[in-house]
Every structure is written in C-alpha cells, then in structure tokens.
C-alpha cells in the first residue's frame, strides 16, 4: 500500500475492503474483502456512499473511473466517470453485479450520498460535468424506482452561475434529504460564499431554482443526515477566506467542519457547533 506504483495499477484486481463494530465504534474488526470488482485494465473503481433499504438489501456506490483525455478536462468527449451501484440482499455474502446509475452525461468529480425516499425511490445526487462557458457542473438526480436494478436520469436540474470559469464552477456535489412533508431538499457546493438549495416536489424529478441558503461556506461540499430520534444533522465547512477571482469568491477554506442540529425539519437550526479544526 505504500507504493504509488501498485495502487495506481489498474491491471491489478480492486477490492472493498470493511471493518465491523459491534460496540458503537469503540473498536472494530480486521477489515475483509467484502466484494473483488471486475478487472477491466485503465478503470479505477473508488468507493463512495451506501446505506441499508427498507427491505435489507446494502447498496454501495462509487465512480466507474476511466480517466481523462489529453487534454485533461478540456478533452471534453474523453472525460470520463460513471457512477456505479452494487447490491447484496445476503448480509455482504454475495453481491450483484456492478450496473451503471445512468444521469446522461460523461463525467462527475464525486458521489457524496445516495437516499431511499418514502415512495421506495432511491435518489442519488450528483453534478455532472457541462459544456457551459461558466457554471461548468451542474447539479441532478439518478434515479432508481426497482431497487436498484435500473437507472435514469432525473428531468430537471440545478444550474447556479455566479460567474466563475474556473473548472469546479457551478453547482456541485449535493446532498439531498427528504423532509417531514415529502420535499427532498438539497445543498449543493458553489463558489458564492454560500451553499445553494433547491427543493423537489416530485421525489427528485424537477427541482426549483437554486438559492443561496442561510449556511456560509467554501467551494466544499456539505453532508445531511437523519437522526434515528427524526432530528437532522449537517456537516459543512463554515468558513471562507479571502481569495477571489475577479470578484468571484473562489475559497477553498476548509479549516473548520461545523455541525449543527434541526429539530423542525430544517426551519430552524442550533448548535453550529465547530468540531474539527485543521491548523497549518
């Protein structure tokens, strides 16, 4: 693991690995390969988020990594990155194979959370790579509506366009979570000192147009939980500096990780609490 040579070969089978705990994180077990992804030489398969459905099948996501062009990002029609689903039904004894979460496009940077919605959709956020002049990614759903084994695009999307050219421009990266009254709400990176929401009145398939939210932030994704107690968490990076790029706030400050709580479904929020700080 520690030569760059050997992680970085993709001739070599990739697994996941997992670590169990039985005692609320206090220690945990020796990590085994839970599932040996097909061997196709150039991919990369990194891992992102999973949960458990409503029936006990584990859903595991992540990008279908095939690289860059060369031209890097520029190469527009050789910049590649699927999103991938796998799937056990058996407690991680067997796993169906790898199938591609279909949002209509090419390439997006990062999955960073995939949710079961109370009609049983299952909802993964994302923010595809564009051919926009500015605003480069923007934000949309796939969708599955048979657990996971089909995929499409969502029809509607977020665009947010303060101005900026730079390649992480736009909308990117959201986290989405569905509320007591049945809107899925989701917070999305941008570079405007804010993160942006939108909400969906349909399970994820149109959604409104972005706003900046109440929660300041960097260039840097956000994430939302629900707590078992019906409570909502967010994590973000509540922080900026000064850097801008023609007056288009460009920060990438992510020195403090802030938490904060919502017990009314996101009306009102407390705690704001910093938790992690990296000094440097």
């Not at 398969?45 to 584990?58: E, H, K, L, M, N």
């Not at 790579?129 to 796939?142: E, F, I, M, N, P």
């Not at 084994?149 to 390649?167: A, I, N, Y």
């Not at 969906?200 to 707590?227: I, K």
């Amino acid at each position: 693991a520690d030569n760059p040579e050997v992680i970085n070969d993709t001739s070599v089978a990739q697994r996941l690995m997992a670590s169990f705990s039985e005692d609320e994180g206090a220690t945990w077990s020796k990590s085994k390969v839970l599932y040996e992804f097909p061997k196709e030489r150039g991919m990369h398969w990194p891992v992102g988020p999973g949960f458990v459905d409503r029936q006990g099948t584990i859903h595991l996501f992540g990008l279908h990594y095939f690289g860059l062009g060369p031209q890097g990002f520029y190469d527009w029609d050789n910049c590649k990155s699927f999103v991938y689903h796998v799937m056990s039904d058996d407690g991680c004894q067997t796993w169906k194979p790898p199938v591609h979460c279909e949002f209509g496009y090419l390439y997006t940077g990062a999955v960073n959370g995939a949710t079961q919605l109370a009609s049983d959709r299952i909802l993964v956020p994302l923010s595809y790579y564009s051919r926009r002049a500015t605003g480069k990614h923007v934000c949309k759903a796939s969708i599955s509506d048979d657990g996971g084994k089909t995929w499409r695009p969502s029809q509607g999307e977020c665009v947010v366009d303060t101005g900026g050219h730079l390649l992480e421009g736009g909308a990117i990266e959201p986290a989405c979570i569905q509320l007591g009254d049945g809107q899925v709400w989701m917070l999305m990176r941008t570079q405007g000192g804010y993160l942006y929401e939108s909400f969906s009145s349909d399970d994820g398939e149109t959604w409104s147009e972005p706003v900046p939210s109440r929660f300041v932030s960097s260039n840097s994704p956000a994430a939302l939980l629900r707590l078992r107690d019906g409570r909502l968490v967010l994590v973000w990076n509540n922080c900026m500096s000064p850097y801008d790029e023609g007056g288009i706030m460009t920060s990438y400050a992510r020195y403090i990780l802030a938490m904060a709580i919502s017990e009314d479904e996101g009306k009102s929020w407390h705690g704001y609490r910093e938790f992690a700080r990296v000094h440097g």
